[in-house]
């Protein structure tokens, strides 16, 4: 795989709906829901949903295979030209399911020119991030909302690492230890990195200052600060409010960039961010066959 050229990184990010604020409204993408398995429980995850790291809940997205996924994309790049961006952010882990990267494979030789995104919680992240550069990826995004074992020990009730399951401060450690060691070798390998940290009032909102510090030191280019949507075992904490979200960007910003245009989209999200057109009425899905 050829690294993309500094100059072709800036176009990508240009043309990226989530990367670049002013793109929002020009480019759109398109997610590809071929991901349905995890290997993390999250506290604020209700698994028949997609994955709340970059998502909506209260939807489930219908998965489907590689080769469908690839059909979807020819027929909605078709008619939507302003679609640069092919994401896979779920509706589980796209590192936990072989079927992310057969289904990237198919559409970078079908379609060289649009950019490859993904999206993780990054247990995996340094053990298949050869096979993310080979497969094309481009812009990455992982779901940090802790460094802290300690603090992410209450935000993830346990992951599953190589056929074990590891519970508390035990699973919180290996998570973190290969999120930041994957997003270090990904920014070395000159992927543009993303991250997403979900803000829960009473666990990580003192602490998400020191994931921004910590972001800046490992070359992160962009932080997208999310409100909890309260569900699963965090059904009865308050999402913090728009003011209380702001500060913590503001806070953050002067260590890395902040987004603040997420629209919290499905993992079969297509268009604009502002115009989800997975929700178009079924008169159109069906004429196009989806
Ligand atoms: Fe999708 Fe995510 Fe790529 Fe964007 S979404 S995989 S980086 S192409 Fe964007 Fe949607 Fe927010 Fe995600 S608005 S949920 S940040
Ligand atoms: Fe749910 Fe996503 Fe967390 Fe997996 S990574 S448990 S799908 S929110």
Redesign the pocket.
């Known amino acids: 795989n050829i690294p993309a050229t500094g100059e072709e990184l800036l176009r990508k990010i240009a043309e990226h709906p989530c990367y670049d604020k002013k793109a929002q409204h020009k480019y759109g993408r398109i997610h590809l829901a071929v991901a349905p398995k995890?290997?993390?429980?999250?506290n604020?995850?209700v698994?028949e949903f997609?994955?709340?790291?970059e998502?909506r809940p209260g939807v489930t997205s219908k998965v489907l295979s590689p080769q469908e996924a690839l059909e979807k994309t020819r027929q909605i790049v078709a008619d939507y030209p302003f679609i640069k961006v092919v994401g896979i952010a779920?509706?589980?882990?796209p590192l936990a399911n072989d079927a992310t990267f057969e289904t990237f494979e198919l559409i970078k030789k079908e379609f060289p020119d649009l950019t490859l995104c993904m999206s993780t919680?990054g247990l995996l992240l340094p053990e298949k991030l050869q096979d993310l550069l080979r497969v094309g990826v481009s812009t990455l995004t992982v779901?940090v909302n802790a460094i802290d074992p300690e603090i992410q020990a209450k935000i993830?009730d346990h992951v599953v690492y190589h056929g074990k399951v590891y519970r508390g401060v035990e699973g919180a450690e290996i998570q973190v230890k290969n999120q930041l060691e994957g997003i270090k070798a990904a920014v070395d390998a000159g992927m543009v990195v993303k991250v997403n940290t979900v803000l829960v009032p009473g666990i990580n909102d003192k602490h998400v200052i020191e994931i921004a510090r910590k972001l800046n030191e490992l070359g992160v280019y962009i932080m997208n600060v999310m409100p909890l949507i309260s569900q699963g075992a965090f059904a009865d904490i308050e999402p913090p409010t728009a003011e209380e979200r702001k500060a913590v960007q503001e806070a953050c910003e002067p260590y890395v960039m902040q987004m603040r245009h997420c629209r919290q989209c499905r993992a079969d999200a297509y268009g604009l961010l502002a115009q989800d057109m997975s929700q178009m009425s079924e008169e159109r899905r069906k004429i196009i066959k989806i």
């Open positions: 995890c290997n993390i429980q999250c604020f995850c698994r997609d994955c709340v790291n998502s779920g509706p589980g882990d919680n779901t993830v």
